[in-house]
Nanobody, 123 residues
């Protein structure tokens, strides 16, 4: 499956941004979808995941209450709505797809990756 992330940009601290990840070439509705991010000089870290049905979601503590993950299986798209953004949210954000729910916060468990979209939060 091919994944294309979009929606990144520059935003002031406290602002909002919405990311999208469009999938093609596979059975999108079968996959757990995840968002990860990588800041300069840091390792890639888990942000959020959503089960194939949308019935289960999981968030990193650092974004809980500020970010919301959702999906539209009819549109083969997963979203990440980000609000109350902080400078430490600055990173390249990647979407990814995997089979099954377990290990949804582990990047090595994911089979497919998008190209990433830059999010920059200014103070």
């Amino acid at each position: 499956v091919q994944l294309q992330a979009s929606g990144g940009g520059l935003v002031q601290a406290g602002g909002s941004l919405s990311l999208s990840c469009a999938a093609s070439g596979g059975t999108f509705s079968s996959y757990t979808m995840g968002w990860f991010r990588q800041a300069p000089g840091k390792e890639r870290e888990f942000v959020s995941a959503i089960a194939w049905s949308g019935g289960q979601t999981y968030y990193a503590d650092s974004v809980k209450g500020r970010f919301t993950i959702s999906r539209d299986n009819a549109q083969n798209t997963v979203y990440l709505q980000m609000s109350s953004l902080k400078p430490e949210d600055t990173a390249v954000y990647y979407c990814a797809a995997k089979w099954g729910w377990s290990g949804n916060d582990v990047d090595t468990e994911y089979d497919y990756w998008g190209q990433g979209t830059q999010v920059t939060v200014s103070s």
